[in-house]
């Protein structure tokens, strides 16, 4: 016989173990109510704690010593397994979604702080704007209104991103498909959103984006007064000597999906060049 201490395992436990029938003492002294346990019991309880560990219901663990059956029991961690498998990817999104919000948020921090700004709403830049594959929807927006932001597309860009079961790589583009300033002026708006993802899939929802060479401005504050900062770096473009190349998109580094303050809103404005 030998006493329960010799396994480190909680006399409360041993109890509930006792009780749901998954581990029954070999003798118990009626005067003390201690538990002793045979050679052959300390060894299932070396067993038993082994699958809770791994995270095995005790429902299936009472069937897995009950039966002493290796094949069910190596059914039964395989499966563990690929629940763990799939924790692991779960929280992997979700320390890299929180990371690319936090990396944006101290962009965002960074550009605005009045000490050492690292990009002023006044400097205008020619880029490249690498190549990079996104997963995006385009249609034909009616009445639109460019104060709004689109969030009801955001919300189906989010849906489709959950589908196809990708990990979210940058912030949401906002890329219109008519002529420069037309959506501030037009009800209706050809409006393309798309969101580069962690995987690339020969699928139609799925293009390249960038590639090209562009004016970009950043806009700081409400999406009601973008349209200056729009104006301004066309303005600038054309006394430089450039025309407009392509559809202008908006890239929202820090979004109204980020945070509700909308003076701390980033938008990059991106003007292909030619």
């Known amino acids: 016989m030998h006493s ?11 109890r509930y173990y006792d009780k749901i029938g ?45 039966n002493r059956d290796s094949a069910a029991m190596g059914k039964c961690i395989q499966e563990r397994l690929s629940g763990i498998r799939q924790d692991i990817e779960e929280l992997n999104n ?7 919000l936090l990396d944006r948020l101290n962009m965002g ?23 990079s594959t996104v997963l995006f929807t385009r249609r034909l927006k009616r009445n639109y209104k460019n104060t709004d932001v689109s969030i009801d597309r955001w919300f189906e860009l989010f849906q489709m991103v959950s589908r196809q079961k ?10 219109y498909h008519n002529n420069p300033l037309e959506q501030f002026f037009k009800t209706d708006c050809d409006l393309e959103i798309s969101v580069q993802g962690n995987e690339t899939r020969n699928q139609p929802e799925f293009k390249q984006f960038g590639g090209f060479r562009a004016v970009t401005a950043l806009h700081f504050g409400r999406n009601e007064e973008i349209i200056q900062t729009h104006v ?33 809103h980033i938008t990059k404005i991106i003007i292909p060049i030619s």
């Open 232 to 264: 301004k770096a066309i303005k600038w473009l054309n006394e430089q000597g450039y025309s407009v190349a392509g559809p202008i998109s908006e890239e929202y580094i820090v979004s109204p999906v980020d945070i509700n303050n909308e003076e701390n």
């Open 4 to 14: 329960p201490t010799l396994c480190a395992v909680p006399i409360k436990t041993l």
């Open 22 to 66: 998954l581990l029954v003492p070999d003798y118990r002294k009626d005067e003390s109510n201690y538990r002793y346990y045979t050679q052959e019991q300390i060894l299932t309880l070396f067993i038993i704690r082994k699958l809770r560990a791994l995270g095995i219901p005790l429902k299936e663990i009472h069937q897995i010593v009950g």
């Open 109 to 131: 921090h960074n550009t605005l702080d009045p000490q050492h700004p690292s990009w002023s709403t006044e400097e205008i830049r020619i880029e490249d704007i690498p190549t």
């Open 166 to 175: 990708l990990r979210v790589m940058g912030p949401v583009i906002l890329t």
């Open 94 to 100: 979700q320390y890299n979604e929180g990371r690319m």
